[in-house]
């Protein structure tokens, strides 16, 4: 069967990731819409390397929970398109052979001058030189608010051509992912949702298995 599933910050939850509703959208004090913003990198580069560095080194300190793990198994069973909001790679180390990371990833920088793409050092810093141009306009490989997300093309074919999609603890209000529900229903796709509460989408879904992801994923990958 084609699958195609979109996971939010609610599936790395359990292994110990802040999702962004549990911190108030805050990080010291900041609004994160207000830190995941090109221009917040020109206004307070520090500040916005600082946000990517501590989160870096978080991903780097926690394990991928049984849900990851079961969307791995997943993939062997059934032809899975796996879309991930996250830019933590729990996905990758839970055993997923194929992640489209449409928000970018913590571990992959990126030169805002020449598009240059690298390992992205444990922690970046604003003097940082691009190792391809030499220009000092290094910045976290992340789709932030205004930008464009990645793979799009890609993505809206999965949607369309899915049997099944499914989303995975995310709170619905971020675009255009918000919108795939929507997008796939209107292909005729059946639509569901494993999430721990309500989303701002919910109606959207025809079925929703309400709970942690750690229990409901793998109940239902089973
Ligand atoms: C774009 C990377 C054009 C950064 C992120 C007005 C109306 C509509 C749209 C807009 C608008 N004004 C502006 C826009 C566009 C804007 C947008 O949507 N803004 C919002 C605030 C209204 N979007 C953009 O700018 C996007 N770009 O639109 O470009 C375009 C459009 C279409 C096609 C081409 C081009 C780019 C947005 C990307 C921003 N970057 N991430 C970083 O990580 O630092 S967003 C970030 O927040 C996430 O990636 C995610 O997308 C979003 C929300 O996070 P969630 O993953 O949902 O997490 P959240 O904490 O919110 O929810 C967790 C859920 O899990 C909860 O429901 C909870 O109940 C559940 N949960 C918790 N624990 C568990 C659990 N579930 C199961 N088990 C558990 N244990």
Known sequence: MRITVLTGAGISAE?????????DG???NHRIEDIATPEALERDPA????FYNMRR???????????????????GAHDL???TQNVDDLHERGGSPDVIHMHGALNSALCGSCD???QA???????????ACGACATRPDIVWFGEVPYHMERIWQALDEAELFAAIGTSGNVYPAAGFAQHSARSGVEC???NLEESANSRDFSRRIPGPASRTVPEWVE
């Open 116 to 118: 240059a793409r690298w």
């Open 57 to 75: 080194q978080k991903a780097a300190e926690v394990q991928p929970n049984a849900a990851h793990r079961a969307l791995a198994k997943l993939a």
């Open 192 to 194: 569901i949702e494993l």
């Open 15 to 23: 292994s110990g990731l802040a999702t962004f509703r549990a911190s």
């Open 26 to 28: 805050l990080w010291e």
């Open 121 to 131: 050092p444990k922690l970046m810093r604003p003097e940082d030189r691009c190792p």
């Open 81 to 83: 398109t796996l879309i």
């Open 47 to 50: 500040l916005v390397h600082d």
